[in-house]
T-cell receptor, first 113, second 112 residues
Framework: AQSVTQLDSQVPVFEEAPVELRCNYS??????LFWYVQYPNQGLQLLLK??????LVKGINGFEAEFNKSQTSFHLRKPSVHISDTAEYFC???????????FGTGTRLQVFP | DGGITQSPKYLFRKEGQNVTLSCEQN?????MYWYRQDPGQGLRLIYY???????QKGDIAEGYSVSREKKESFPLTVTSAQKNPTAFYLC???????????FGPGTRLTVT
């Protein structure tokens, strides 16, 4: 069965510092990978996705992620965070040719001034 | 403006009562989903529907029911059989397989 592991439940960081949110998945077949962001009491918004092609994916708000098949990882990065990036971030995976997403438990990014 | 609407944003019910959460989309998407979100547990799939008049159970369907009579609408009923219904409920839609899901703003249900 597929699973998604987000290793850090909380990541505190100062404004303008770089950040990496880690995501590992387990699957023996091809997958599609997604990162979503959730602001308090709101729905989820897609940050970026990997379907195929270049392993470095750029998303909205200056975020990017790198797909590493050998390490089964899809870590999210931003070179310089803002206070407004404070939110919960979810990694998700779907198996090739299915429409069900499996979500990680989320990482709360807290940006301090 | 295209999107997904969920109403109400906050809902309070007494234990033993059934309650129906609304989800409407005007994105012309075929697939719709219901998730439950609890602190520290991520999102768990309750039900999903890929086409009108058809739906499948997700990972935690017990105590819930759905209908899909129209493409635009996918209401979720939380029945009295659901042992721990207090949670944040999210509805999503998708154009179909391979595509990302688009989420509504959510309904926070509190049962006392």
């Amino acid at each position: 069965a597929q699973s998604v592991t987000q290793l850090d439940s909380q990541v505190p960081v100062f404004e303008e510092a770089p950040v990496e949110l880690r995501c590992n998945y387990s699957s023996s077949v091809s997958v599609y990978l997604f990162w979503y962001v959730q602001y308090p009491n709101q729905g989820l918004q897609l940050l970026l996705k990997y379907l195929s092609g270049s392993t470095l994916v750029k998303g909205i708000n200056g975020f990017e992620a790198e797909f590493n098949k050998s390490q089964t990882s899809f870590h999210l990065r931003k070179p310089s965070v803002h206070i407004s990036d404070t939110a919960e971030y979810f990694c998700a995976v779907s198996k090739y040719n299915t429409d069900k997403l499996i979500f990680g438990t989320g990482t709360r990014l807290q940006v301090f001034p | 403006d295209g999107g997904i609407t969920q109403s109400p944003k906050y809902l309070f019910r007494k234990e033993g009562q059934n309650v129906t959460l609304s989800c409407e989309q005007n994105l012309n998407h075929d697939a719709m989903y219901w998730y439950r979100q609890d602190p520290g547990q991520g999102l768990r799939l309750i039900y999903y529907s890929q086409i009108v008049n058809d739906f499948q159970k997700g990972d935690i369907a017990e105590g819930y029911s759905v209908s899909r009579e129209k493409k635009e609408s996918f209401p979720l009923t939380v029945t009295s059989a659901q042992k721990n219904p207090t949670a944040f409920y999210l509805c999503a839609s998708s154009p179909g397989t391979v595509f990302e899901q688009y989420f509504g703003p959510g309904t926070r249900l509190t049962v006392t």
